[in-house]
């Protein structure tokens, strides 16, 4: 008996673009174990694709992610309601390294850039996978919620690592000290989203943004992006340094020689992605 394929991940690629869809809008695009899976597997797929230039990740109906719905986790145990008690130290840090963190690294490692389109509430991990994308595109009804706090938990997904780079870390204790939702428009005032547009542009304007992507230098936005995430953590050493390297192996590309080559003739440059 053949099984029927997964429809609560959709995907295509289209235009260089690789569309991947969370499809379970009954339950606002809460992640199961499986889906998660199928996200981290997409993401490695793009960046060994070469007809995969860039990536969007968008959902399905009124939530763009409400979190992680730990239903569909693989059980360690039969014991179901007993399984906080077979609990050994190390277990959940276990749970969250090859859990929520992988998806989030995921999506920071790419090779191709990865723009989110946030249709809807995006909760806990769900705002942690879109704050992760290289940007973010948001209609104008999506919220984020920095949701752990009204569940007594710690942020996880990154969630402490990603925040304070982007808003600072007084505003990152703001809004994860209260859980409150914040607005797409104050997102962008922010400086969390790029671009805000109303629900019914939200795919329009995803493509445009991906597509235009697509047609550039692939690689070097790659090393770009590599740049611009590790320069963050490292010393200006390190950053000049990561610099000068991804120079050298960049003008060893096609798309760098034609570039030049474009310039010095005077006409639009045509990439091809390697």
Known sequence: MTEAPDTTILHRTDNGVSWITLNRPDAMNALTWDQ?????????????????????????????????????????????????????????ARMIRLGAQRLITAVLDCEKPVIAAVNGTAAGIGAHLA??????????????????????LVPDGGGAYLLPRLVGPQKAKELMFFGDALPAAEAEQLGLVNKV??????????????????QGPTRAIAMTKQLVNASLDGDRATALAAEATAQEINMTTADANEGVASFVERRTPKYLGR
């Open 36 to 92: 998660r899976e199928r996200v981290i597997a997409l993401l490695a797929d793009a960046s060994a694709d070469p007809a995969a230039r860039a990536v969007v990740i968008t959902a399905t109906g009124k939530g763009f992610c409400a979190g992680a719905d730990l239903r569909g986790a693989p059980a360690t145990t039969d014991r179901g309601a007993d399984r906080a008690a077979d609990r050994v130290a190390g277990d959940v």
């Open 131 to 152: 704050l992760a994308c290289d940007l973010v595109i948001a209609a104008d009804t999506a919220r984020f919620i920095e949701v752990f706090v009204r569940r007594g």
């Open 197 to 214: 547009v109303p629900g019914q542009d939200l795919e329009a304007a995803a493509r445009e943004w991906a597509e235009r992507l697509a």
